[in-house]
C-alpha cells in the first residue's frame, strides 16, 4: 500500500492527490449504495414494484415535458419523491436509480442522452432523502403540529450556514486552488467551520425558541413568519445572481424581496397553506444535497458543463474565481433546490388529491400522508 | 403487446445480423464497460485508440451512418464542454489568443477537448451497443445470470410504459390547448402549465398501479419456484473468449491506473 500516502506540501516521492482519493472514495460509495439497494429490494411486494414502474415513466415522462415547455427545471424526480412517501426510502432510491438507467437506454428528449446513467447515484440518493422526509412527516405535518419545531430550526440553521459562507467569502475568500496543497486544506477546514455554525444553530434553537408543545399559537405565527422570510430571501438571491451587481440591481432586489414577503404572508394566513413549510424544508434540503453529489459528477465526467442553458451561469461562476468542481457546485445550487423544492411541492398536492382506496395499497401511505 | 408501442419500446435498436448484433448481450456490455473503464482511466492519448478501435467496429456492422447521425445528440454538449473549458479555466495561465475580453488558455483548451475526448468516445460505445442490442434480449440475459426477475419486470414494463405515458401526456396537453391553454409566453405562464397538466398524468397513472397489481398477482408474479425463460438469447464459444478477455482487459487498465496514481 505504498502508493497511497497523501501529498504532502512540495511531495517530490509519488503519492495521492486528495481530489484522486476523494474519486476512489465516491466509487466505493457508489458500490454500496447499489449493493444496499439490490438487498433492500428483494423484500418489496408486487404492489411496491409496479408502483416503481410507473414511478420510472412519470419521471421520464414529466422530465421530457420540460423540453417541450421549455422550462429551465429538470422535474425528472416527481416519481422517485412519490415512491419514497409511498413505499420507503430504499424503493424510493431504487426508483431514482433505475430512471437513469432505463433513460439511457431510450430516445427520449431531456437527460443527457445514453449517458444520463452517470447520474443514477444523484437520483438514488434523492430517493432516499424523500422517504427519510416522508418518515419525519413533511407530507403529513399540518399547522399547528409540535413536530414543525424541528424544521424550523432546520431551516434558521441552513440560513446561519448560508450567512457564515456569505460572510467568509466576503473576508477571507472561498477560493481553492486544485495544485495547491494549501488551500485545499484550508478549504475543506473553512467547509466544516461553516457546517458547525449551522448544526450548533439547529441544535440551540431546537431547544430554546423553537421548544414547542402541541396546541401552541405561536406554531402558526412562526410559520407565516418563516414563509415569508425564506421567500423574500430567495427573490433577493436570485435578483443579485441575475442582475449585475449595482446599487441599482441591490435596490431593486430589496424592492421585490419585501413586495415578495408581504405577498407570502397573505398567502400564508389563509386556511392552512403554511402547513407547506416543511415540504419546502424536504424539498430544499434534498436539492442541496442532489447538487453535492452531482457537482463531482459533472466537473469529472462531463467537463464541468452540462450543456444546457444553466452553461452560462458555470462561465458566470467561473470568472468570479471558482474552480471546475466550484462552478458545478455552484451552478448545482441555483436549480437543484428550487427544483427539488417543486417536485416535492407537487408530490404534495398529488398525495393530498389521491382516493384513499389507492393510498392505502401502500406501505407507508397511511403512515405518512395526512387526510 | 409489443406492437402498440414499437416505436420507442425498441428504443434505438436497429435491426441486423451483423457480428455485433450476434454477440451476447453481456459481452457486448462488459466491452462497454471496458471502454468506459479505459476512457477515463487510462491516458488521454488512448482515446484515439478507443476511437479507432470503435469506427472500425461500427463500419463492420455497417453502422457507420446511423452513428454519425446520432452525434447530433451530444453536439450541444460536446462544444459547450470545449467552449466554456476554453474560455473559462480557472486554472489557465498560458494565453495563446486574445479575442476581446475573453483569453484562450492552453490549459483550458487541452482539458476541454480531453473531456470531450472521453465523453464522446464513451456515448460512441454505449450507441453502438444500444444500436444492436434489445432490451429483451440484455434482461433475458441478465436475469438468467442471476439479476431478479423483479427487478427486470420493473425495467421492462417502464420501458413499455414510457411511450405510453407520453402518448397520454400529448393528448392531456391537445385536450387542454382545445380549452384554450397556452403553452407559450413568460417563464411564469409556462410554469403554470405544469399544474393541468402534470396533475392528470400522475393521477391516472396512480390508479393504474392498481389495476397492474391485481393482474400480475393474479398470474403468480410473487410465486416462488423457479421460471423457464421463453426468449433464449444465444451464447457461442466465442462470446466466452471475448468476455474472458474483457474482463482481463479491465481488471489490467484498473490495475495500471492504480499503479501509476501518484504520477
Known sequence: ?371 | MRGIATDVATGYYIAGSSRLHRRNPLTKLLGLLFVLVAAFLLPALSLAVLAALLAGVAISAGLAGALLGSLRIPSVLVVSIVVVNTLFFPGGRDVMLEVGPLSITQQGLTFGLVSAGRLLVVFVASVLFLFTTLADDLLETLVARGVSHRIAFVVQSAVQLIPRMRHRAAGILAAQQARGLSVSGSLVRRLRVLVPLVGPVLLASLVDVRERTLALEARGFGARPGRTAYRVVPDSGLDRVLRVTLIVAILAVIVSAVAGLGR
Open chain 1, 1 to 371: 500500500m505504498d502508493w497511497l500516502t497523501i501529498c504532502p506540501e512540495g511531495a517530490t516521492t509519488p503519492c495521492v492527490q486528495p481530489v484522486q482519493l476523494a474519486y476512489l472514495v465516491a466509487v466505493l460509495a457508489v458500490v454500496v449504495l447499489v449493493a444496499a439497494i439490490g438487498r433492500r429490494s428483494r423484500d418489496f411486494t408486487t404492489v411496491t414494484l409496479s408502483l416503481i414502474a410507473v414511478a420510472i415513466a412519470i419521471n421520464i415522462t414529466i422530465g421530457s415535458l420540460t423540453v417541450v415547455l421549455r422550462l429551465p427545471l429538470y422535474l425528472d424526480s416527481i416519481g422517485t419523491v412519490l415512491v419514497g412517501a409511498l413505499a420507503g426510502p430504499w424503493a424510493g432510491a431504487l426508483t431514482g436509480l433505475l430512471t437513469d438507467l432505463v433513460w439511457s437506454l431510450l430516445p427520449v428528449p431531456g437527460g443527457a442522452g445514453p449517458t444520463t446513467a452517470f447520474f443514477a447515484p444523484v437520483a438514488a440518493v434523492i430517493g432516499l432523502m424523500a422517504g427519510f422526509w416522508a418518515d419525519r412527516g413533511v407530507f403529513q405535518l399540518r399547522s399547528d403540529d409540535a413536530r414543525i419545531g424541528g424544521f424550523l430550526a432546520l431551516a434558521l440553521g441552513i440560513a446561519a450556514a448560508a450567512i457564515a459562507t456569505l460572510a467568509v467569502q466576503n473576508t477571507v475568500g472561498l477560493g481553492f486552488d486544485p495544485d495547491d496543497q494549501g488551500s485545499q486544506i484550508r478549504f475543506v477546514c473553512l467547509g466544516i467551520v461553516i457546517a458547525l455554525v449551522g448544526a450548533a444553530t439547529v441544535a440551540v434553537s431546537r431547544r430554546t425558541i423553537f421548544r414547542l408543545r402541541g396546541d401552541d399559537p405561536r406554531i402558526r405565527t412562526y410559520l407565516i413568519a418563516a414563509t415569508a422570510i425564506s421567500a423574500a430571501a430567495l427573490v433577493f438571491a436570485l435578483i443579485r445572481l441575475l442582475l449585475v451587481p449595482t446599487d441599482l440591481g441591490l435596490f431593486v432586489a430589496a424592492v421585490g424581496a419585501v413586495v415578495v414577503a408581504v405577498l407570502a404572508v397573505s398567502w400564508a394566513r389563509r386556511s392552512d397553506h403554511a402547513r407547506l413549510f416543511p415540504v419546502w424544508v424536504g424539498g430544499f434540503t434534498t436539492g442541496l444535497v442532489a447538487a453535492l453529489i452531482a457537482a463531482p459528477i459533472v466537473a469529472g465526467v462531463f467537463g464541468g458543463v452540462t450543456g444546457g442553458g444553466t452553461d452560462a451561469l458555470i462561465a458566470l461562476f467561473r470568472t468570479l474565481g471558482l474552480s471546475v468542481f466550484g462552478s458545478a457546485f455552484a451552478q448545482g445550487l441555483t436549480s437543484d433546490p428550487l427544483d427539488k423544492t417543486i417536485s416535492f411541492t407537487i408530490v404534495f398536492v398529488v398525495l393530498t388529491a389521491m382516493p384513499i382506496t389507492v393510498r392505502t395499497m401502500f406501505s407507508r401511505g397511511e403512515l405518512t400522508v395526512a387526510e
